[in-house]
């Protein structure tokens, strides 16, 4: 036995490895890859591109930046100190001239020989010639005054005209020719517009803080240029610019070499294995009686294959509205659990959200509809709510993609709501042919799913036939346990139509010998000759000759395990006390009289065991007269008793569900025995219309 567990959980480990190493196979060969390829400026686009997410394009975002301050032009401002210094620096030329001058007169005075080279270092950028010092020497001092104050005339003038770094030049030519037009001779002039050139300054200066403001508030106004998903960047065999280099270095789908990629192909890949671990652990510690069914998990294990296929198909879409992202959590619900698929769906998600190369937008879409698909599709269970389902389904998907992308693309456009419309099909389409396969699984996995078991609900099915026909109380009895489980099942919560279909066939296996059973006998009892032990053996055998039934009829496994489950270990009571009655003590041995088992190992089992114990016994409290509260009084001592003999200890029904359960099976009793209003006889039928006729006499 214990060997047997550890091949099991071996097996289970083995095929979560597998499903993990087979992800990241998917992974190194999926979206991320494909979309990285060698480019690079200048070259040949070797196929075309499309944004799989909406990203700003910053080489244009900056050039029309650029545009944009280009406009502004230059901002001044007005500095008053330049007009200051500039005439200050003028004032200290004619200073130094002054005070050359005042040597010439000095050593003219001694009788020297006059030298009118200067011998004095100018502030300014320039330099006197003898020529021009000389001329400035035969002025007399009002008339150097003057010149003096001609030229600070003409300065002040060119600077109300307002001098810029870019009309400087236009201002020396304007300032030259001022000087032209004075009187003064040539040797003087040249002077002049040597000084007045050299000193001029712009007084207009660029204002930095205002230039600053004016370009802050223009770039706010600037719009960022924006490529939208699904829009083509460059197509196959066009050049690649640097803008579209850039852009598609910024969406990652650029790559130096597939070195460049591994660091985020194995992040990926570690994630996912770390979400391996959490199914793992969630399987093992929160499903195990799941993990006791071979065939589910090998079912789930395909499932997830045959998903990660079409994720890998389709992992080179630039988007993914074709997706098929609810087949996984379609199959398991249908197949397996609801419950189970919209927590694996989760797992799923973020697995495939790797090998798409996806976003948040695509996480968002399939949990979304994944989770939607697995509650509808467990609404097919009837043939003319397929049609329904697949159409809520598709809306689903619909809804789901425009909603998703409204929020991650801030816009709607008629793109969106088209590519919506196309996941709306493929959401419509997917539930028709998950359900249209149902057959196809069943097949191979073994798995019963409410199609199949509503087929064997069928009256027309031939073993339910035959027991109408051959064992017609077998049949009643059948009929009455399956309304009380099933309505029991509903009550908590578990697979009522599971629990009526077991209920159906779980004494199948008194079509072998039915007169031996009591409610197929009619006037003598057939046990009345028998000895007590045969009697019991012939009670007992009818579970393992159901079950051989069950399987030469190709009855699922689950309604099997109710058949062999249904008497657990219960002891056949009314024999093996009429033994011990007959026989010496200790010759008669408990464990002879006692079903082989096992007990009931899931809820639906232990609930049809339950109203197979109460069915008789009831009815016949009933017939006797007995009142509701003796009829409560009698399941509770009944279920107790299945308690007491550890008959439920493996299907996990808690205190609560028993109650709810009894008072299930006393709902189901008090309809089939409400009381009737009692019909007149026919002696009194016959006074009160002679009565009538006789009013009637009277009135004429």
């Not at 190194?28 to 700003?56: C, H, L, Q, S, W």
């Not at 104050?149 to 770094?165: S, V």
């Not at 090998?355 to 467990?378: E, M, P």
Request: contains cysteine; hydrophobic residues 45%.
């Amino acid at each position: 036995m214990k060997q047997k567990v550890q091949k099991e959980k071996g097996f289970r480990l083995f095929l979560c490895l597998a499903a993990f190493l087979v992800t990241a196979a998917a992974i190194f060969t999926g979206g991320y890859v494909n979309d990285n390829e060698m480019v690079e400026v200048g070259g040949v686009a070797g196929k075309r591109y499309v944004a799989p997410r909406t990203i700003e394009n910053r080489v244009a975002t900056e050039r029309v930046q650029q545009e944009a301050l280009e406009e502004i032009g230059l901002l001044y401002k007005m500095d008053p100190e330049v007009k200051e210094q500039t005439e200050a620096l003028v004032e200290g030329f004619f200073d130094d001239m002054n005070a050359a001058v005042a040597k010439l007169e000095a050593a003219e005075e001694a009788g020297e020989a006059l030298n009118f080279e200067p011998d004095f270092v100018l502030q300014i950028p320039m330099a006197v010639t003898a020529e021009e010092m000389q001329a400035y020497y035969e002025l007399t001092e009002s008339g150097r005054a003057q010149f003096e104050k001609e030229l600070l005339g003409i300065l002040d003038r060119a600077y109300e005209e307002r001098i810029t770094a870019e009309n400087l030049e236009k201002m020396r030519e304007t300032v030259e020719m001022e000087v032209e037009d004075t009187l003064w001779q040539n040797a003087l002039s040249r002077m002049g517009k040597d000084v007045l050139v050299a000193v001029l300054t712009p007084n207009l200066v660029v204002d930095e803080e205002a230039m600053a403001a004016a370009q802050e508030q223009k770039l706010a106004e600037v719009e960022p240029v924006m490529v939208l998903k699904g829009q083509k960047i460059v197509d196959e065999g066009e050049i690649v610019t640097e803008e579209i280099y850039t852009l598609l270095d910024d969406l990652g789908l650029v790559n130096i070499s597939y070195a460049a990629s591994l660091v985020p192909l194995v992040g990926g890949c570690g994630v996912v294995f770390l979400i391996f671990v959490a199914m793992y652990l969630f399987m093992t510690t929160q499903q195990q009686r799941l993990l006791q069914e071979k065939n589910k998990v090998v079912l789930i294990f395909c499932a997830y294959l045959l998903s990660l296929l079409f994720f890998s198909i389709t992992s080179s879409l630039t988007t993914y509205y074709l997706v098929p992202v609810a087949l996984f959590a379609m199959l398991t619900a249908i197949l397996v659990r609801v419950k189970l698929a919209i927590i694996l769906n989760l797992f799923v998600a973020v697995a495939s959200l790797f090998i798409f190369n996806g976003s948040g937008d695509y996480l968002v879409y399939a949990l979304l509809t994944g989770s939607f698909s697995a509650l509808l599709i467990q609404y097919t269970t009837k043939r003319s709510r397929v049609f329904m389902a697949a159409v809520l389904t598709g809306f689903v998907h619909f809804l789901s993609y425009v909603m998703v992308q409204l929020f991650f693309q801030k816009a709607m456009t008629v793109e969106i709501m088209k590519e919506g419309a196309l996941a709306g099909g493929v959401g419509f389409l997917l539930l028709l042919l998950v359900v249209g396969s149902l057959p196809l699984w069943e097949a191979i996995f073994g798995i019963n799913s409410q199609y199949r078991l509503m087929e064997l609900a069928n009256p027309a099915n031939e073993l339910m036939r035959r027991l109408m026909i051959e064992t017609p109380g077998t049949y009643h009895h059948s009929l009455i346990v399956a309304n009380l489980a099933e309505t029991a099942a509903y009550d908590i919560f578990c697979n009522g139509t599971l629990a009526r279909v077991g209920a159906y066939y779980h004494d199948i296996g008194k079509l072998y010998k039915p007169q031996y059973f009591s409610e197929n006998q009619f006037g003598e009892n057939a046990h009345d000759q028998l000895d007590p032990y045969i009697s019991a053996k012939m009670i007992i055998d009818h579970v393992e000759q159901g079950v051989e039934l069950a399987k030469e009829h190709g009855i699922p496994p689950v309604i099997i395990d109710i058949i062999r489950q249904h008497h657990g270990t219960t002891l056949v009571k009314y024999f093996y006390v009429k033994s011990t009655k007959e026989k010496p003590e200790g010759e008669t041995k408990e464990e002879d009289f006692r079903y082989k088992g096992p007990i009931p190992q899931f809820k639906e089992s232990a609930i049809v065991m339950l109203a197979d114990t109460v069915e008789a016994a009831v009815r016949s409290s009933f017939n006797q007269g007995k009142s509701a509260s003796d009829v409560e009084a009698l399941i509770d001592v009944l279920i107790k008793d299945k308690l007491n003999d550890g008959q439920l200890n493996d299907c996990r029904l808690d205190l609560k569900e028993l109650e709810s359960i009894k008072q299930s099976f006393l709902k189901v009793f008090n309809g089939m025995n409400h009381n009737r209003v009692a019909y007149p006889k026919e002696e009194e039928v016959k006074r009160a219309l002679a009565k009538e006729e006789a009013r009637k006499e009277e009135e004429k």
